[in-house]
């Protein structure tokens, strides 16, 4: 079946560290993959997205490089600020899946001034 | 355009009691999605609709209902509210290149 596995957090940074979220996947087929970003208090909203192998997605500062090969989704970011604290979610979206979106858990990101 | 609304914001209410979270939105998509989202995890899909008069169950159903008569509106039904109900209910939306819009969620709590 079609799942989506993320790195723990929190993870706690300094302000212009640099950030890595891992994610990977498990699908058949071709999904397309997600970062959601979840402010405090408010709905998820799409920061990038994926739709084949070796496409960058990419807005904000953040990217993240559909690799098929390693299965993974991994978002990064040059210089994190305060401004990025919040959750990130890993997710995917494939035909053979139905109509359904898969989440992963979620990244609680920190980032001290 | 006003994309994905919620109400209420917060709601309480006491064991036993019954309510309906109203979603509405102005895409026209026709996927929409009621998850839940406990303290500090992730979200997990209670109904879905692809379009007006159809729904389906997702992976927590059990003491929600949902209908879907129009294209617009997506309203989620609590029957004789337990504590187990005590979560943050978002809505959503999706496009035909699969992104989702959520709503800003309405918080919860059952005593």
């Known amino acids: 079946g079609n799942s989506v596995t993320q790195m723990e957090g929190p993870v706690t940074l300094s302000e212009e560290a640099f950030l890595t979220i891992n994610c990977t996947y498990t699908?058949?087929?071709?999904?397309?993959l997600f970062w959601y970003v979840q402010y405090p208090g408010e709905g998820l909203q799409l920061l990038l997205k994926?739709?084949?192998?070796?496409d960058k997605g990419s807005n904000k500062g953040f990217e993240a490089t559909y690799r098929k090969e390693t299965t993974s989704f991994h978002l990064e970011k040059g210089s994190v600020q305060v401004s990025d604290s919040a959750v990130y979610f890993c997710?995917?979206?494939?035909?053979?899946?139905?109509?359904?979106?898969?989440f992963g858990a979620g990244t609680r990101l920190f980032v001290k001034a | 355009n006003a994309g994905v609304t919620q109400t209420p914001k917060f709601r309480i209410l006491k064991i036993g009691q019954s309510m309906t979270l109203q979603c509405a939105q102005d895409?026209?998509?026709?996927?929409m999605y009621w998850y839940r989202q406990d303290p500090g995890m992730g979200l997990k899909l209670i109904y879905y609709?692809?379009?007006?008069?159809?729904?389906d169950k997702g992976e927590v159903p059990n003491g929600y209902n949902v209908s879907r008569s129009t294209t617009e509106d997506f309203p989620l039904r609590l029957e004789l509210a337990a504590p187990s109900q005590t979560s943050v209910y978002f809505c959503?939306?999706?496009?035909?290149?699969?992104?989702?819009?959520f709503g800003p969620g309405t918080r919860l709590t059952v005593l």
């Open positions: 895409m026209n998509h026709n996927y």
């Open positions: 609709s692809v379009g007006a008069g159809i729904t």
């Open positions: 997710a995917l979206s494939n035909p053979t899946g139905g109509f359904k979106t898969i």
């Open positions: 699908a058949t087929g071709y999904p397309s």
């Open positions: 959503a939306s999706r496009t035909s290149t699969d992104t989702q819009y």
């Open positions: 994926a739709t084949k192998a070796d």
